[in-house]
């Protein structure tokens, strides 16, 4: 939101609990990175501080110099397949769910960047992949996916 000018930046591979998806950035050091230059011609501080089990950062600068707003549109929802492990030690025609499928997500990212004094728009355009999550089931040698309830109900 500050108009700084990612270089840099992949989402994470789950949505996140604490950000709307779209809007994430994975840092993974030394493989992934979230990096962002400053375009203005005056320095950019950083302020972070951390109280309660809650972290602010602000940026500040000379003066605000661009709006910026980010939207998302879900493209596609992505649905997950099932592995099947099979066990001898399951029962006869028992079954257990050792990992519960999760769906993924396609977003389409929307950054429109207004130029304060200026009055330009410009509007940048990126797409999020966060894939779905495989369910794994375990079943008994007897068993078949015929025999397993639908990986997704019926809407």
């Known amino acids: 939101y500050a108009g700084l000018l990612v270089e840099q930046r992949r989402n994470h591979s789950r949505p996140s609990a604490y950000i709307r998806s779209g809007l994430d ?3 993974s050091y030394p493989v992934l990175d979230l990096k962002v230059r400053n375009p203005f011609d005056y320095p950019i501080v ?3 501080s951390a109280k309660g089990g809650v972290m602010s950062v602000k940026l500040l600068g000379k ?3 661009v709006n910026v707003s980010l939207a998302t549109q879900t493209k596609a929802i992505l649905k997950y397949s099932r592995k099947l492990e099979r066990s001898g030690f ?3 025609g028992e079954f257990k769910v ?10 389409l990212r929307l950054k429109t960047v207004e130029d304060l004094d200026s009055g330009e728009v410009k509007v940048e355009e990126s797409v999020d992949i966060y894939p779905p999550t495989q369910e794994i ?11 397993l309830p639908p990986i ?3 809407t």
Do not use: C, F, H, N
């Not at 050792?98 to 977003?107: T, W």
């Not at 375990?138 to 025999?147: L, Q, R, T, Y």
């Open 63 to 65: 003066k605000r110099e």
């Open 25 to 27: 950035a994975t840092v």
């Open 98 to 107: 050792k990992q519960r499928g999760k769906r993924g997500l396609s977003l």
């Open 90 to 92: 399951l029962p006869a």
């Open 137 to 147: 089931v375990i079943v008994a040698p007897d068993v078949k996916e015929a025999d």
């Open 46 to 48: 950083l302020s972070a």
């Open 152 to 154: 997704e109900p019926p």
